[in-house]
């Protein structure tokens, strides 16, 4: 196993209480797998994602367990934490043109890393800077262009170049499809594909995206966030022809392609949340315990499980 | 680039000609006479009356207001800015001639302010709150407040009278220069401060330097490399409108160490009420403070790559 994520929890002090962005996560990922977070904005993904690399600010207050090829991220010094970043966990955010830094060219940007974690002189990081751009689908010749000279889809090649660049064992994805042109996210999509099925052996990648269409087309398998809690889990293709949590399937209902079917009701506030199972309040088939009662989750199945009592 | 040069040095000639014309304005209008002060400092006599008239008719100041300044205007067309009422000596000989030393005074304390402010704003900026922050925004508080003259004389007693280190007033060697280079220098220094720190902490919380810290590179790297090169860019604008307080603080630091830079000079020459000198040492300040602004816009294009001045409208 690659990745272990064991009851996790990241809670934000703010005046009115405290913030549940992530509420007791279990995940788990294996090597060459690709592994999707989904949920509506606010559910605690991309939190998530930044806890397991500690980019969290300072005022996030973190417990659980993040194991990385056996070994607890969050009990690390910072200095051994920083040395696995960019080396052996690469992230890539979304809106590239805010992620990547305007005074530097894109060849610096990747250079960079290269110089730091491989101790190339500045001549062989440019080198291979050049040959990440090429891999990615930009030409070499562009490698002094400043990021706002180039175009979204190009920066979001550049922004995978960069996580590509020490050839990490995971990339975490964050939204990388977001704000992009519908051929454009096709594109990326076939390149994340490329840069992690497509190389031997293959890497893993913890793709987070709201974007279902996005996940089906890449993941291995889907894990469903709704209010800092993972509801249901299991392959892919299974977890599509089979929900089984209610909010999964409102979810799935709520793609166009089925009908654009809206979920009544807001996602809860991750401050005040529910009582019992967080989501019962929205769905159709909640009974009195719900309210109540906290759902734990069930096996249902090999490698599929759902936090509901009538799944 | 071509463009914009255009465009400030058309601009230049216009800031040049209002300053000069509100200078004659006021100078025209404010109370005292040249003719006076200056026969009284040649004769060491007071002057008659019709000594003052002589005096005024030979340097043409009864004329109207107007056309003693069209009279300076032609004058300055044909590349000339007069003569001192007072030395005789042509405007732009003795600007020449003391312009130097202000120029080292002003370099020298433009430098100790980037070399102390700049730092010091970073590393306040790195750790927001904590106790170093605090007593930093208290020491630039008061470093903007103190006034130059009153700091400067503070200096003087205590390093030149109490302890003998320094030499109070003078100029020539660098023990001469360090004294009124830390009067000039705190005001800057201590806006400096502030204005790094503000900047580098809105850089600092910026997605760019998120995705830095997700490379793996050192703190020392994002902080240096990341944030600051972005947080400069405001500052050197800051800069650019610092060396107009640079000027007016070396007419004051310049008087109070006796420095020989034009700063005293122009003191002197407004209190003897001679014309051409303030006329020309503002319409050369003018173009020198235009000239380091358009040098901030050039310095622009190489610190923000997103700034290129072609094809912009």
């Given amino acids: ?311 | 680039m071509r463009r914009l040069l255009i465009q400030r040095l058309v601009s230049a000639v216009f800031v040049m000609l209002i300053a000069s014309f509100l200078s004659f304005l006021l100078l025209f209008y404010a109370p005292g006479n040249p003719a006076e002060t200056i026969i009284r400092q040649q004769s060491g006599l007071d002057p008659t009356y019709a000594e003052i008239e002589l005096f005024m008719k030979r340097h043409d100041l009864n004329r109207p207001f107007l056309v003693q300044c069209l009279q300076w205007l032609y004058l300055l067309t044909h590349g000339k800015l007069g003569v001192s009422l007072r030395t005789g000596e042509p405007v732009l000989e003795e600007f020449t001639a003391r312009f130097g030393a202000t120029f080292q005074l002003a370099v020298a304390a433009m430098a100790l302010s980037v070399i102390i402010g700049l730092p010091i704003g970073v590393f306040a900026a790195t750790k927001p709150n904590s106790l170093f922050d605090h007593i930093i925004r208290v020491v630039s508080l008061a470093g903007v407040s103190i006034p130059e003259f009153w700091l400067g004389l503070m200096l003087m007693l205590c390093f030149s009278l109490a302890l003998g280190w320094l030499p109070c007033f003078g100029h020539g060697t660098v023990r001469h220069l360090v004294l009124p280079m830390i009067t000039l220098a705190v005001g800057i220094t201590a806006s400096l401060m502030r204005f790094v720190r503000t900047s580098m902490l809105e850089v600092l919380n910026l997605d760019y330097i998120k995705t830095a810290k997700a490379k793996g590179l050192r703190e020392v790297v994002i902080v240096w490399k990341h944030a600051l090169k972005n947080a400069l860019i405001p500052v050197v604008t800051i800069l650019g409108t610092q060396v107009g307080h640079l000027l007016a603080g070396a007419v004051i630091v310049e008087t109070v160490f006796s420095w020989p830079g034009i700063g005293k000079f122009f003191v002197d020459s407004i209190y003897a009420r001679d014309y051409p000198v303030i006329q020309g040492f503002v319409l050369i300040i003018a173009a020198i403070y235009v000239l380091v602004n358009l040098l901030v816009d050039i310095l622009y294009v190489y610190l923000d790559p997103r700034v290129r001045y072609e094809g912009r409208s």
Wanted: glycine share 10%; aromatic share 6%; proline share 6%.
């Fill in chain 1, 1 to 311: 196993m690659l990745l272990k994520i064991t009851n996790l929890r990241v809670y934000f002090k703010s005046a009115d209480g405290f913030v549940k962005a992530a509420d007791g996560v279990d995940l788990e990922l294996y090597p060459g797998e690709i592994l999707g977070l989904v949920g509506e904005t606010g559910s605690g993904k991309t939190v998530l994602g930044l806890a397991i690399t500690r980019l969290l600010p300072k005022t996030a207050a973190v417990s659980g367990e993040v194991l990385y090829r056996g070994q607890n991220l969050l009990a690390l010094p910072e200095e051994e934490m920083r040395k696995v970043r960019g080396r052996q966990v690469s992230m890539i955010f979304q809106n590239p043109l805010s992620s990547l830094n305007p005074a530097l060219s894109i060849g610096e940007q990747i250079a960079e890393v290269l110089r730091e974690h491989q101790g190339l002189k500045r001549k062989a990081a440019w080198q291979r800077a050049g040959e990440l751009l090429e891999l990615t689908g930009i030409p070499a010749k562009w490698i002094r262009s400043y990021p706002h000279e180039l175009s979204g889809g190009m920066r979001q090649r550049a922004m995978i170049a960069i996580g590509l660049a020490c050839a990490p064992s995971l990339l975490i994805a964050d939204e990388p499809t977001r704000g992009l042109d519908v051929t454009i996210q096709v594109q990326i999509v076939e390149l994340l594909h490329a840069v992690t099925k497509g190389v031997s052996p293959p890497r893993s990648m913890l793709l987070i995206t709201h974007d279902l269409g996005v996940a089906a087309a890449l993941t291995d398998r889907l894990a469903v966030m709704y209010a800092g809690k993972i509801v249901e889990y299991g392959r892919t293709g299974e977890v599509f022809r089979n929900p089984r949590h209610p909010y999964t399937r409102a979810l799935l209902d709520s793609h166009p392609s089925n009908g654009l079917i809206a979920t009544k009701g807001f996602s809860p506030s991750l401050i005040n949340l529910p009582p019992g199972c967080s989501f019962h309040p929205r769905c159709k088939k909640a009974r009195k315990k719900c309210a109540h009662e906290p759902p734990l989750v069930q096996r249902i199945g090999m490698d599929h499980g759902v936090r509901c009592f009538y799944a």
